[in-house]
């Protein structure tokens, strides 16, 4: 049983609505928007839906049901998660709320996770900055909502391409998982293995033909939850800090203050301004070969996400590795962040014999 409520139940009902979704698509208008193939952001050449963020909450909610260890601290994570979410649907359903306004839908989120499981970043591991963040519960407050904000928000912007942000996400909450196993903690094991099975059935039909994409609403809480599970990981063990769960998302977030950085200091941009610069578009434009698909369009949008699910590795692994030293968490953020530079700037300034 414990299989089937934490792995199969999940899997099966994020995989079947999600199946739902993309057969009744062409029969339910507002399922669609006809405008999702306009803006230098899209590479999908069909109309497909994008609130795949539905069977993924769904999945999820049922399997919180049949967890094995209950706590209430599981119902309020789940339920400081429904604003963000609801933010996310309802510009997925419209397309008419403004970014503001779902930002602030996910401050919200973040307050109660704050206010009501005092989980957030009130620590970063030295004594004079955790004494002061102890003694201004506020700062540590507003610290939390720029430091979550901006991980919710990352993976939205790593939402590109078929498989991307879905695989990075199942990668990332394995390893929560992994860690919770090695440190004997049952509750926080299951909860990032349902949210890795939830994520899982709709990965099926989204990689590698892009039957369906997350969206927004999807992006955000499967942000929020893992941003949620590590931080209460982290609060649950002594051993472990918050270097831990930033190196565990280290990808996306750095992927958000590199472009910042590169649309405001080197191009005098608005960073809220989209471009076709990310590092998935150009590993897409200029890496991936799409003569040896035959220039299926969908195979090529997918061959872009081993890549980046390979370069999360290199956060990944190591927080896995060192998650109880925070010197070399610390180490391997910036290990990570060079990395990062010197791939970008290679694939923007040189040539690769199999540029597409």
């Given amino acids: 049983m414990f299989i089937f409520n934490l792995i199969l139940l999940p899997l099966l009902t994020s995989l079947i609505i999600s199946w739902l ?19 230098v952001q899209k590479f999908h050449i069909d109309h497909t839906p994008s609130i795949g963020g539905i069977p993924v909450f769904l999945g999820f909610a049922v399997g919180l ?14 339920l400081a998660s429904l604003p963000v979410f609801a933010g996310g649907i309802c510009e997925d359903l419209t397309a008419r709320v403004s970014p503001l306004l779902r930002l602030l839908f996910a401050f919200v989120s973040i307050f109660i996770l704050a206010v009501f499981m005092n989980l957030g970043v009130f620590s970063l591991g030295f004594e004079w900055v955790d004494g002061f963040l102890s003694s201004y519960w506020l700062i540590g407050l507003l610290l939390t909502l720029l430091v979550v904000g901006g991980a919710i928000n990352s993976l939205n912007i790593i939402d590109g391409f078929n498989g991307l942000m879905a695989g990075y996400a199942i990668l990332a909450s394995l390893a929560l998982a992994f860690v919770a196993y090695t440190l004997g903690d049952d509750l926080i094991l299951q909860l990032s293995l349902l ?30 939850i893992l941003a949620g599970i590590g931080l209460w990981l982290v609060d649950r063990h002594a051993e472990l800090s918050n270097w831990f769960v930033l190196l565990i998302f280290i990808y996306p977030m750095y992927e958000v203050l590199f472009s910042i950085y ?32 035959k220039h299926n369009k969908a195979i090529c949008n997918s061959m872009t996400s081993p890549f980046l699910w390979a370069l999360s590795l290199v956060g990944i692994i190591p927080a896995v590795i060192w998650y109880d030293d925070q010197t070399m968490l610390i180490i391997w953020a910036f290990v990570f962040m060079a ?11 040189f040539r690769f014999k199999f540029k597409k």
């Avoid at 979704?21 to 999702?36: E, G, S």
Wanted: glycine fraction near 10%; charge should be positive.
């Fill in 339 to 349: 990395i990062y530079t010197i791939v970008y700037r290679r694939i923007v300034h």
């Fill in 65 to 78: 049901w049949l967890l094995d260890e209950q706590s209430s601290g599981l119902w309020i994570l789940w």
């Fill in 195 to 224: 949210l890795s099975s939830s994520l899982l059935g709709f990965f099926i039909l989204n990689f590698p033909f892009g039957k369906i994409f997350m969206g927004d609403g999807g992006a955000y809480f499967v942000g929020f």
């Fill in 21 to 39: 979704i993309v057969h009744f698509a062409d029969k339910i208008d507002w399922l669609i928007h006809k405008d999702d193939l306009q803006g």
């Fill in 262 to 293: 590169r649309k405001k200091i080197v191009r005098g941009t608005s960073p809220s301004q989209p471009d076709g610069y990310h590092l998935h578009m150009l590993v897409y434009k200029r890496l991936v070969n799409c003569k040896r698909f």
